[in-house]
DNA sequence: CTGTTAGCGCGTTCAT
DNA sequence: ATGAACGCGCTAACAG
């Protein structure tokens, strides 16, 4: 008899059965409210029995043998990468929010390997931030297996799962061409990963349309960080501190971008007046900092993340049969940081 | 038959037992790596057929069902109220790394309904921080069900589950004469919960400190603020804006001390110089910046945490038969932005 | 209409 | 190396 401890002291729906005077069928009808609805009925003197019984044990049915029959676990996880990163704490918020009175608990995992978690534990859904190419079998393998899984990924196919996009690009061309209205001296801070930031759309977004408006890059305003926010201040500060500083900057994250204001303001500048910056991913951090970050970013996004996710934890335990792709328009949001200008304000 | 779908998809022990031509038991011991001890011997043959025909399947065990037998989960929960702080991922971050090798799950619970959750969920061992003298009946009553609880908190008594005291009161002390030093025009800062500052004992290190070093406590030098580094941010611009602004600021947390220096440095302050911070928690984020933060902390408090957390995970499932309570010594951390002074330096 | 019996669904584990 | 029981809660089918 394994955990003689758990077991003699966390009640189980055998004694409450015993303490009410009732089978354990008529406990398990009572206590999960599915009375009257496909199974018997129960009279209510019973149901109080059995109510009170509950309480006087302390009863909670054990999720673990609930799961195991109905394949629910009113659960869902999030998996995210970054934990840091004000994004992550927007999904969670926006899904405890959905989840709460759906009785759905959000189980967060901090570090990326969901891959080896999901093939044992088991979740009403999963959210996968930060999926690639490379996962892109395993995440099939996952969704033939019955997991309904929602994935965050610019350019996945889904099969058998969600598939989330942000359409960033176009957002980001958004940005750099409100920073090209009114300079020349456009500066890129962006974060670089393993594979280097070449191949990075929201890089890309700023070579490219530098070169549409006819500006040549200038490598010494392309500042590659890593690190996190620490190294976005030390790279904002390098780039301000050139004998020719940039007249904006454009930074392909909006924590990039705060750490830039930060860099800025200490070095003298005035943010929105010497220096334009401007982020991605419109943030609410952002927008409530002095001076607010203009920024790009989808709109509505983490509501409707949330509610997709949710949905597909309520929905059928079969597989996801049509499996959806979340679109998201991306919007310009003008603030104190890069304010709309003319052509040649500054140059 | 519920959820047909995973029924006819996820493999089953039973589908790899025929798959082998073997009994259940035989693959659950081969699988478990459980032969040998305590079961009986299965020759390397069989366990040969046994494991090619789990991976040809792609056979995992299902963790919920084996709850159910064991009581272990593999995995531990960690509760986190302010998912932001740098502490909170500071903690995850030293859980994560010790709980790998052991293959244990560390999964966050971001919002602090952990009282609901532990109610039906089920984990080897949790984390709560936050907890207060209100929730010691709650703590209590889990862990007398067999929960093992790890709770940080100043001032809770351990029954049945361990406590983590930070011991900051001293700590915070070390700080506020660590500015009196140099100082007489010190500022404090710091956060407001439901039940004003007030009785909080970083709070009190601050105004007790002063008076014992024959300070008055001016109201104007006390900000206290809502909502985070916004928040944090618009009260240490508030302080400095003063007609006569303090020449040191007591930030009753780290994120705190890191707002009020980009608040300095924005109004034109010289951190270190002008004006001195220092923050209470000894973050990495503080240590990393520029100037990095002097801070007061406990020394080696997190990877002991993770300690103690896995310990009571992998031990014995009878319940914490010795509740301990971790008490850290703090620690003054002097960095860039609150140098040694001597007495009079500044006033 | 009310309540119980019996058996399901897992992986684990003890006798055989 | 195995059959069968076990731990848990759920629920179809049956009995009163």
Redesign the interface.
Request: charged letters at 15%; proline letters at 8%.
């Given at each position: 008899m394994?955990?003689?401890?758990?077991n003699g002291?966390?009640p189980t729906i055998r004694m409450v059965a015993a303490e009410a005077g009732v089978s354990t069928a008529t406990v398990s009808y009572v206590l999960s409210g599915r009375r009257g609805d496909g199974g018997p009925g129960v009279s209510d003197v019973t149901a109080r029995k059995v109510k009170d019984a509950a309480v006087r044990l302390?009863y909670?049915?054990?999720?673990?043998?609930r799961?195991?029959?109905?394949?629910r676990?009113?659960?869902v996880?999030l998996s995210l990468t970054m934990?840091?990163d004000?994004w992550s704490?927007a999904v969670?918020e926006a899904v405890?929010l959905a989840a709460?009175p759906l009785g759905i608990?959000?189980?967060?995992?901090?570090?990326a390997?969901w891959a080896k978690?999901l093939?044992?534990?088991?979740a009403d859904a999963v959210f996968v931030d930060a999926a690639s190419e490379k996962d892109w079998e395993t995440l099939a393998?996952l969704a033939?297996?019955?997991h309904k899984l929602v994935v965050f990924d610019e350019s996945l196919e889904p099969v058998g799962f969600d598939v989330i996009r942000s359409g960033s690009r176009p957002g980001c061309d958004l940005a750099v061409r409100h920073l090209l209205r009114g300079h020349r001296k456009v500066a890129c801070l962006t974060a670089v990963g393993p594979g280097g930031f070449a191949a990075s759309q929201r890089y890309r977004a700023y070579t490219e349309n530098l070169e549409a408006a006819g500006v040549a890059v200038n490598p010494e305003y392309v500042a590659g960080f890593e690190r996190g926010?620490?190294g976005a201040?030390?790279a904002a500060t390098q780039l301000l501190s050139l004998p020719e500083p940039p007249t904006a900057i454009y930074a392909t994250s909006d924590y990039a971008a705060v750490s830039a204001i930060?860099a800025a303001?200490?070095l003298?500048f005035t943010v929105g007046g010497d220096i334009d910056i401007i982020g991605v991913g419109n943030t609410v951090?952002g927008e409530?900092?002095?001076p607010s970050l203009s920024s790009v970013g989808p709109v509505d996004f983490f509501d409707k993340v949330a509610r997709l996710l949710l949905e597909r934890a309520m929905g059928?335990?079969?597989?996801v049969d049509r499996p959806r792709v979340l679109d998201f328009p991306w919007q310009l949001f003008v603030r104190e940081s890069a304010p709309l200008r003319g052509p040649g304000t500054m140059n």
């Open positions: 394994p955990e003689s401890g758990i002291i966390r302390g909670q049915p054990n999720q673990a043998a799961a195991i029959r109905t394949g676990t009113n659960t996880i934990l840091s004000p704490l969670v405890q709460r608990t959000p189980l967060i995992l901090g570090d390997d978690v093939q044992s534990h088991t393998t033939a297996r019955g926010t620490a201040y030390a930060n303001q200490r003298g951090e409530q900092m002095s059928p335990d079969a597989g």
